[in-house]
């Protein structure tokens, strides 16, 4: 049975750090990523990593801030968030394929971030 488990998420001050964590359980996955969903708001992309140690891809609000990086033998994909923005909280959830290109087939249940202006 396939697992994502997403951690790291808090409050944190505008201007200031985070990285969150997920871990696979059940699965090889060729691509992992992370999208954010804000209250109100549609899903939206955050970044992605292909294959053991990239290429990698970002979302256009986040690109120069984030970072997404992988640990194999862990199983575990990173989210760097720098400089953090009021409308970066929402709730971020870890995506996972076995494919290159197509659905993302797998979830996590998502972790909160909140950022205080």
């Known amino acids: 049975q396939v697992q994502l488990v997403e951690s790291g998420g808090e409050l944190v001050q505008a201007g200031g750090s985070l990285r969150l964590s997920c871990t696979a359980s059940?699965?090889?996955?060729?691509?992992m990523g992370w999208f954010r969903q804000a209250p109100g708001k549609e899903r939206e992309f955050v970044a992605s990593?292909?294959?053991?140690?990239?290429?990698?891809s970002y979302g256009d609000s986040v690109k120069g801030r984030f970072t997404i990086s992988r640990d194999n033998a862990k199983n575990t994909i990173y989210l760097q968030m720098n400089s953090l923005k009021f409308e970066d909280t929402a709730v971020y959830s870890c995506?996972?394929?076995?494919?290159?290109?197509?659905?993302?087939?797998?979830w996590g249940q998502g972790t909160q971030v909140t950022v205080s202006s």
């Open positions: 995506a996972a394929s076995a494919v290159i290109i197509g659905d993302w087939a797998y």
């Open positions: 059940g699965g090889t996955f060729y691509r």
């Open positions: 990593i292909r294959g053991s140690s990239g290429p990698t």
